[in-house]
């Protein structure tokens, strides 16, 4: 599969002969399955591996020594640590091929959806969250990178005008403003031609930061651009930080058996509530990693809430404006059939998203 990137480690990549890597392999893929410590027995049976129980038991005993592999309270099975997950993601694991159900669902579901960015977000993460069973989130499109196209105004009455901010990749931001004084008609269409002259082409966020010196030689007090100076922080602002996600799958991921416990059950609840701890993750993933998978496992999590859970996140984009999705869920999930179903969709909304707005 192209276009996409596994999170590299910090921790130091220690060098696995082939039978340590089978053994590692298969602890994984057991310990995915059924959630359960993981024994030489199970593995010697279940693989034919051609050598004997104690032979897997001594290999494991050194997969443990060197982090890779932990040994649960008095259980005679052992577990993958942080360090064994990123060594099968980065370099053991097999890449999977989306099937082709998945791919029709996926197909059929965004491209019935509603034209609509709210809807069609909504519906990805329903959709990412059905098929993985675990919690998916979308973050809405960061307008601060867009370009802008043009701003409309609109009088709404004397005193009140609405401002129409449209992006180059499509998408629109509308803002009511206010002025104690009158708003003529002939002011609006001055200033709405004076904006757009010195203003289309710049990023919404460049406007934000230079807005009042590129009007600092316009007459202020004759004009509606004082309006615009002083709002200028909140018509060429991004979103609020609580409308900028999605998030979708709470009753799937509640089912895993790592959630069983009373406390782990509370987490997940928490970090739910938590929305601005999962937009960071999934933002710093997308800004390391731009078009590519990112993944963040366990302890590489910097947020506490974050430690028991791994992360697999890709940007989407319409034009030079993107968001993010992803799938947050126990480290024990099957990382190669997540990683395609999120590359995949990330294709697929990209796709469906910039069709609309070219429209």
């Keep these: 599969m192209k276009g996409w990137l596994l999170k590299l480690s910090d921790m130091i990549k220690e060098e696995l002969n082939e039978r340590e890597k089978n053994i590692l392999r298969y602890i994984i893929q057991q310990f995915v399955l059924t959630a359960s410590p993981v024994g030489s027995r199970n593995i010697a049976r279940k693989y034919e591996l051609g050598i004997s129980p104690a032979t897997v038991r001594n290999i494991m005993s050194d997969l443990e020594e060197s982090g890779f592999i932990n040994h649960p309270h008095t259980s005679a099975g052992r577990i ?3 360090k064994g997950y990123r060594t099968y993601v980065d370099s053991l694991m097999k890449l999977e091929k989306l099937h082709e159900t ?4 996926i197909n059929k579901s965004l491209a019935s959806t509603v034209p609509d960015t709210d809807e069609l977000l909504r519906v990805t993460s329903k959709l990412l969250s059905s098929i993985t069973k675990q919690l998916a989130a979308v973050t809405y499109p960061k307008v601060d990178s867009g370009t802008l196209e043009k701003i409309q105004i609109v009088s709404l009455s004397s005193t009140r005008i609405l401002v129409v901010i449209s992006i180059k990749s499509g998408l629109v931001k509308t803002i009511t403003l206010e002025q104690d004084s009158e708003i003529k008609q002939s002011q609006i269409e001055s200033v709405q031609r004076l904006l757009n ?3 289309a082409g710049l ?3 460049e406007i934000r930061k230079t807005f009042s010196d590129r009007f600092k030689d316009v007459d202020t007090h004759k004009s509606i651009i ?3 100076i002083d709002s200028a922080e909140k018509i060429f602002k991004d979103v609020n930080q609580s409308e900028k996600i999605v998030i979708s799958g709470a009753k799937d991921v509640i089912r895993q058996p790592e959630f069983e416990a009373p406390e782990r059950f509370q987490s997940v609840i928490e970090l739910i509530e938590d929305k601005d701890v999962i937009i960071h993750i999934l933002e710093k993933g997308s800004e ?5 998978v990112y993944i963040s496992i366990g302890s590489e999590n910097e947020d506490q809430k ?3 859970y791994s992360l697999i996140c890709k940007e989407y984009k319409i034009g030079n404006v993107s968001g993010t999705l992803g799938i ?3 480290k024990r999930m099957e990382y190669s059939r997540v990683i395609a179903i999120v590359d995949y969709v990330s294709k697929i909304l990209s796709e469906v998203l910039t069709n609309e707005y070219s429209k």
């Design 197 to 199: 002259e010195r203003l």
């Design 226 to 228: 004082r309006l615009f």
């Design 102 to 105: 998945e791919a029709g669902m």
């Design 306 to 308: 974050l430690q028991h």
């Design 288 to 292: 390391l990693h731009p078009d590519q």
């Design 328 to 330: 947050i869920g126990p």
């Design 203 to 205: 990023s919404l966020k």
């Design 80 to 82: 993958p640590t942080d």
